[in-house]
């Protein structure tokens, strides 16, 4: 193997020693802003190679939003905008968006609402006309809120036997005591008992409205199309949201492993601490760090020493989760239950090692190149697409962030990640918890 | 590294597990999770227009030109999968495709991966019952590196025993994760191992645990030398590039690789089917019942298949979204059940399975949810589906094929799995125009053909505490006279 090895690293060389990635593998996305009269806003990238039109819009909602005692409230909702709208009870609003080839489907995070619509060009004028209505107009239905309730009643109690979800919930709760964040975005039986038809319509009246607003389009459109359907499907919305306040909040940590015993040969581990926001400086040199760390699916030091060098696991991972009002680093591992205890205690050394020792120059370079490298891979299709330009606007960047955002990551220097390793990772606040079976924990 | 339980396997554990979780979310989807539903669009005549080659070495090249973004999708079909492995070898193939990542003899361990990622390129790989597929997804400027070294990996793959025995644990945590952590997981095996009386696609892709702890570095390369060879794979290349440098470069790498000499592939047949089986799983960590219902299905390839295409109709009509039939039946008409669907997929070597799953509402005993389904059935044998039924489910399914030009990936898919069971890229290119020419009267016949309890499993998911259900009483089938070319169900219990 010592002679193949060597190759193998000539080999390698003379791959990284090849020309640079093409920077500019964005350009040709270009990304127009278009404005209606009612100010309503969306960016839009045209693109009329097929005739498909994709569309994300995403209100700063989400399920931190629902009321207390109401958990899961963003989430029935998200069922229900589908199930009748205007004059149009359910079967007849499903049948329509249906004969017509017309997707269109709600999906809810802590912070945000987010719709997403999709259609062939010749039903464009009638999806976005179902699209108004299913947030202006919502029907809500008391047979079909029973129907979406069992549905979500079904899948909390699954979600409270299931060891990843377990963890999962226990972890946030921990973090979050006294904070919407603490709550499982979908709710459990007695919250989703607790929701009535009112919650539910002031939920839409309260959140979705035009100035939380933002809308990415992508495909066989023109921004002069684009805007009088601007007017017409957001316009009837109201101006301002009155959602209830999300106070800020940092997370609270104990540092320690807590067990939550569960009769599976597997225990499933989640873990985390503290992290950073999206709009702090130090945003990018923290995702290139992480990417060494947990973020690089096959290349990270967690799976090379998790998995690689021991076969602990099959999956372990790490990420940044910035939220609106908090942060955090998280990761999950699963492993079975007579060699958990070195899973955790590995990812907590290699938390302490990096804060130390930072990463080296070619750890960096090559997570730079990989990172900077497979950015236009994000742009294959334009739904990923719509999705991406919908949390630009939410996130406050810029129009031209396609084009930049590889040169911020370019920018990340050794003083950064040194620095940044330090401030971000705390050994010692990473909080597990794990489900299983486990032996010695 | 991930196993691909395609072959509506996939949609079934899927929906088995998450029925629940989305299914108002999924059944907005117009054939969710249907890569090889193709379509046609308007301008040109074929779906994904691909150009083919092969090379002197029997490897088979497809290029699908899609300028949308400067990237290219590159990837290495080999027609072996896990029901191609021997009698005690469960696991090896999908063992085998996580091996493929430990070096040559030129490239250490896990070195194929690091230059994947020095290059900005996003890899993996699966494995399903009928195929194994590598792909690297990188900026077009990089198709050329990925080539070589997956061609590289085509013929010198390098195993040392301490690099197996430890990646023998991950296939096992892997297994804990996808099986043994799941109960719907594990019934979704055991149904599976009772529908399929002799056919290798009772296994499990993953393997039997007891079975892949044995698994050696002799069995991995053994099976990768009877089984990978240019002769036996098919290289797709999606993107913004262009046909002929591709085929420059293939010729350049891959056709240095030498073919070797191949066994047909060894597939035992299906007996005739001529009882009805049922599996219960009964579980702590199940907090409500659950049912599947598996029925024998033709594919393109085996059984009657040219009932293929008329199955996918049937699948809409029944099973796929909220204005389907049975949605409307058990769970807005009847409320016994709070989730309800279907799945199938025509795209399989040997016989394919047709499957109905669902969650019985709050209360409501199981065995009520199975009797609410054989209603369905009996009543779809009787009365046969409508017009305007098959009319809007066609339109539904050749406007998903317009959907499926939107990203590269799904053009690639779908002539992968086709060309590794037995199909061209021809047929690909018709498919729009296949499920176009789809009658009622195929319909009816596919359904007359398919739903026979003798040839079902039907499956049970039960908390701890639950007793076992009865089975289920219904209304027998008839099939109808006055259609010319039912199929008589006999005794059949629906």
């Known amino acids: ?441 | 590294m991930f196993l691909v339980q395609a072959n509506g396997a996939s949609a079934a554990y899927r929906r088995l597990l998450g029925c629940l979780a989305v299914a108002a979310v999924a059944f907005l989807a117009v054939a969710p999770a249907a890569p090889a539903r193709a379509a046609a669009p308007p301008a040109k005549k074929g779906v994904f227009n691909p150009t083919v080659f092969t090379l002197k070495n029997g490897l088979k090249l497809v290029v699908l030109v899609n300028r949308r973004a400067p990237v290219a999708l590159h990837m290495v079909w080999y027609k072996v999968g896990s029901a191609d492995e021997r009698p005690g070898e469960s696991g090896i193939a999908h063992f085998l495709e996580h091996l493929m990542f430990k070096g040559t003899e030129t490239l250490g361990p896990g070195e194929f991966s690091k230059i994947v990622a020095a290059n900005g390129g996003r890899e993996n790989a699966f494995t399903s019952w009928d195929y194994t597929a590598y792909y690297q997804f990188v900026a077009k400027d990089r198709l050329p590196t990925v080539m070589k070294i997956e061609a590289d990996r085509m013929a010198n793959l390098v195993l040392s025993d301490e690099e197996v025995r430890r990646e023998r644990f991950v296939i096992l945590e892997e297994r804990r994760s996808r099986t043994e952590n799941r109960p719907s997981s594990i019934l979704f095996e055991q149904v599976r191992r009772a529908l399929y009386l002799n056919s290798p696609y009772g296994r499990p892709i993953i393997g039997w645990m007891h079975e892949m702890k044995t698994l050696s570095t002799k069995d991995a390369i053994s099976f990768y030398r009877r089984h990978y060879a240019p002769n036996n794979a098919i290289v797709i290349v999606a993107g913004d590039v262009d046909p002929a440098r591709v085929k420059a470069e293939a010729e350049k790498v891959y056709g240095a690789v030498k073919p070797v000499s191949l066994a047909p592939r060894f597939r035992p047949q299906e007996p005739p089917q001529r009882a009805a089986r049922r599996v219960t799983f009964t579980d702590a960590r199940v907090p409500r019942p659950s049912l599947v219902r598996m029925y024998i299905a033709p594919s393109y390839s085996r059984g009657a298949t040219k009932y293929a295409y008329a199955l996918q109709v049937l699948d809409q009509i029944l099973g796929t979204s909220a204005t389907s039939r049975l949605y409307q039946a058990l769970v807005v008409r009847d409320k016994v059940a709070t989730s309800v669907g279907s799945g199938y997929s025509a795209t399989a070597l040997d016989l394919s399975n047709f499957y109905l799953y669902a969650s019985p509402q709050k209360g409501v005993p199981v065995a009520k949810v199975e009797a609410a389904l054989n209603a369905e059935i009996a009543r779809l044998l009787r009365d046969g589906v409508t017009a305007g039924e098959v009319k809007n489910a066609k339109q539904r399914l050749m406007d998903a094929a317009i959907f499926a030009r939107d990203n590269l990936r799904t053009g690639a898919m779908s002539i992968g799995t086709a060309l590794t069971t037995g199909r061209t890229v021809a047929d690909v290119e018709a498919w729009p125009d296949r499920i176009g020419e789809v009658t009622v009267d195929q319909v009816n016949a596919a359904a007359r053909l398919v739903f026979r309890i003798e040839r079902s499993v039907t499956g049970t998911l039960l908390p701890k505490a639950a007793a076992e259900p009865e089975p289920a009483k219904a209304e027998p089938t008839k099939a109808d006279p006055a259609r010319p070319g039912a199929v008589k169900s006999g005794t059949a219990k629906q």
């Open chain 1, 1 to 441: 193997m010592n002679a193949f090895l060597n190759k193998a690293a000539a080999g390698f060389l003379a791959v990284l020693v090849a020309a640079p990635l093409a920077a500019a593998a964005t350009a040709a996305v270009k990304v127009q802003e278009v404005v209606g009269a009612s100010g309503v806003k969306a960016w839009l990238v045209e693109d009329h190679t097929n005739p498909i039109i994709s569309l994300t819009v995403t209100f700063r909602a989400g399920a931190s939003r629902d009321m207390p005692g109401k958990a899961g409230t963003a989430r029935l909702l998200s069922t229900l905008l589908d199930e009748g709208a205007g004059d149009m009870k359910a079967l007849a609003f499903q049948r329509r968006l249906e004969s017509l080839s017309i997707s269109l489907g709600f999906e809810v995070g802590r912070d945000t609402f987010r719709g997403t619509l999709r259609t062939l060009t010749r039903n464009r004028d009638e999806a976005f006309r179902l699209l108004g209505l299913a947030l202006d107009k919502p029907r809500l239905d008391a047979d079909a809120i029973e129907r979406m309730r069992a549905q979500l009643i079904s899948s909390a109690l699954r979600a409270a036997r299931n060891p990843g979800s377990i963890a999962q919930n226990a972890w946030w709760k921990a973090a979050y005591p006294n904070h919407p964040y603490g709550r499982p975005t979908g709710g459990d039986e007695k919250s989703l008992t607790a929701i009535t038809r009112a919650d539910l319509l002031d939920y839409v009246r309260r959140n979705f409205a035009r100035d939380t607003i933002a809308i990415g389009v992508v495909g066989d459109i023109t921004a002069a199309e684009l805007k009088g359907l601007l007017d017409k499907t957001f316009g009837p919305l109201p101006a301002k949201a009155t959602g209830r306040p999300v106070p800020d909040v940092k997370p609270r940590l104990s540092g320690k492993v807590v067990v939550r015993k569960l009769d599976v040969p597997q225990s499933v581990v989640v873990f985390g601490h503290a992290g950073i926001q999206r709009k702090d400086k130090d945003f990018y040199a923290a995702y290139v760090l992480n990417h060494i760390l947990g973020g690089g699916s096959f290349s990270s030091r967690l799976h090379n020493e998790v998995r690689e060098k021991r076969g602990l696991a099959y999956s372990v991972h790490s990420y940044l989760w910035p939220l609106d009002h908090s942060a955090l680093v998280m990761g999950a591992v699963a492993t079975r239950n007579a060699k958990v205890a070195e899973s955790v205690k590995l990812i907590r050394g290699e938390w302490a090692r990096m804060a130390k020792e930072g990463v080296s120059d070619a750890e960096l370079k090559s997570a730079k190149r990989y990172i900077t490298g497979s950015y236009a891979l994000r742009f294959s299709s334009s739904k990923n697409i719509s999705e991406m330009l919908a949390a630009l606007q939410a996130e406050g960047l810029s129009r031209d962030y396609f084009e930049k955002r590889n040169s911020y990551i370019a920018a990340v220097t050794p003083a950064d990640i040194k620095r940044v390793a330090k401030r971000l990772l705390r050994a010692n606040s990473l909080t597990f918890v794990v489900v299983g079976d486990p032996a010695g924990l």
